[in-house]
């Protein structure tokens, strides 16, 4: 950790209120993934001192008091004074261009305020002059985007909302199987939104049921009608929850049980290197092996994305362990055989939700 004067810690506060509000909890926590030093203690005497002296500046600090009294500062009346360079013009365009159409289309008024208060602050700047050839060059495919409806995003606000108030509620109307969650599950059950997740092209909402049950990932197009009630809930340390599903779990679907195995792919070596420069899971490790093929290793448990991923690169891949991951590979592709045959019809086949 490293220890700065009070005079740059005061510095390093300001900065990051032009940034955004903050907490004593949150800017505890920026600090010490910057591996800064400071108490909660000197974070207050710092900021009632930037609160009662910013107003030299032209400037003005709002506290305002939430849940258990806890404090928020906020900077106002801001002017943007930093030098704009061409990779920061490009960052945000490219930023309005790669952001999920399906998002960005029910909310084109939204972008386009963004995009003139943005504008407003860099007209002078001659690298604007260049804006619309280089947003000519960019394009998103949209590929494997969820197509929300005006429902949807009316959906999506109301969460951002009860998530902030801390608010519980009831799903009414549930739909389809995404996450490997049965209706019963959910339907008519109190429930604590604690996170949104954008996740593989789709929004997924986040929830537990009380403080200390698991977290599970509901697909925000399975859920047709909500109510919100008047009860709150006290959330408790979800981060350590949440990061625990991100290191459990191969993308968000729940588990086949409570498991955690060791797993190893053998790729072959053209699919290998282009699966070895993209992020799967926090626990991935590639070893090239002397046939020129690749291994990946993860730690993780068994689900129905790992096993749709690894069916994925089709002839490239193999199972190489666990035993119990191996099989079921090898049984869906058996059932994948079998719909090619002759007078077969096709079915629905969610063995997943039953724990296959």
């Not at 109301?158 to 801390?166: A, D, Q």
Request: glycine content about 2%; charged content about 20%.
């Amino acid at each position: 950790m490293k220890e700065l004067s009070k005079t740059e810690l005061i510095l390093k506060i300001y900065n990051r209120l032009h940034m955004r509000p903050v907490t004593i909890k949150s800017l505890k926590a920026w600090l010490e993934r910057n591996s800064i030093e400071c108490s909660e203690r000197s974070l207050y005497r710092y900021l009632n001192d930037l609160t009662r002296n910013v107003s030299q500046l032209g400037e003005e600090i709002e506290v305002t008091y939430g849940d258990n009294n806890q404090k928020t500062w906020k900077l106002i009346h801001f002017k943007i004074g930093e030098r704009l360079e061409e990779s920061d013009i490009n960052s945000l365009y490219m930023f309005f261009c790669f952001a999920p159409e399906a998002l960005t289309r029910s909310r084109i008024s939204s972008f386009e305020k963004l995009e003139k208060i943005f504008h407003s602050q860099i007209s002078k700047n001659n690298l604007t002059s260049n804006i619309n050839s280089t947003q000519s060059h960019i394009h998103n495919t949209n590929f494997q985007q969820c197509e929300y409806e005006y429902h949807s995003h009316e959906l999506l606000d109301k969460f951002i909302s009860i998530i902030e108030n801390k608010n519980q509620i009831l799903i009414t109307n549930f739909q389809y199987d995404i996450t490997s969650i049965s209706a019963s599950e959910v339907i008519n059950t109190p429930l604590n939104p604690v996170k949104i997740i954008f996740h593989r092209g789709t929004i997924h909402i986040c929830f537990c049921k009380d403080v200390n049950s698991k977290l599970f990932v509901l697909a925000l197009e399975q859920i047709v009608n909500i109510i919100i009630l008047e009860s709150h809930f006290t959330s408790g340390d979800i981060s350590l929850k949440f990061n625990a599903i991100l290191r459990n779990r191969f993308g968000i679907t729940t588990n086949i049980d409570d498991k955690i195995y060791d797993i190893e792919l053998e790729f072959s070596e053209e699919t290998g290197n282009f699966v070895s420069i993209h992020f799967w899971h926090n626990s991935q490790k590639f070893v090239r092996l002397s046939s020129g093929n690749y291994l990946l290793k993860l730690r993780c448990g068994i689900n129905r994305e790992l096993v749709g991923w690894i069916m994925m690169w089709m002839s490239n891949v193999v199972v190489a362990k666990p035993a119990i991951l191996r099989s079921i590979v090898q049984r869906k592709l058996a059932y994948t055989l079998r719909n090619y045959s002759d007078n077969v019809k096709l079915v629905s086949n969610n063995t997943f939700l039953n724990s296959d």
